[in-house]
Nanobody, 115 residues
Framework: QVQLVESGGGLVQAGGSLRLSCASS????????MGWFRQFPGKEREFVAS????????DYADSVKGRFTISRDNTKNTLYLQMNSLKAEDAAVYYC??????WGWGQGTQVTVSS
């Protein structure tokens, strides 16, 4: 069973930055497009960003374009999300998975933004 462990969340002031990490136990990590997703209280999980298996093609939700950068290190089976210029509306629990999601969800990492 694949394990996904997200980390790097925390409390940050509006305008600040955080870098999220997602460590995967999957040996096939480098074969898949990976994505970041987030979930607001009482809402469905939504797409944030994705990156192709070799890291060349990226895609972002309109709400984060120009502020967030997704990257990956296939030698470490790790996915990253650099979040800059954070806004209060970015506060959510952030998850990683393949895109589309094939593996079980991890526990996520909470991002809180104070205004």
């Amino acid at each position: 069973q694949v394990q996904l462990v997200e980390s790097g969340g925390g409390l940050v002031q509006a305008g600040g930055s955080l870098r999220l990490s997602c460590a995967s136990s999957a040996r096939s990590f480098s074969s898949f497009t990976m994505g970041w997703f987030r979930q607001f209280p009482g809402k469905e999980r939504e797409f944030v960003a994705s990156i192709s298996w070799i890291g060349i093609i990226t895609d972002y939700a309109d709400s984060v374009k120009g502020r967030f950068t997704i990257s990956r290190d296939n030698t470490k089976n790790t996915l990253y999300l650099q979040m800059n210029s954070l806004k209060a509306e970015d506060a959510a629990v952030y998850y990683c998975n393949t895109k589309p999601a094939r593996w079980g969800w991890g526990q996520g990492t909470q991002v809180t933004v104070s205004s």
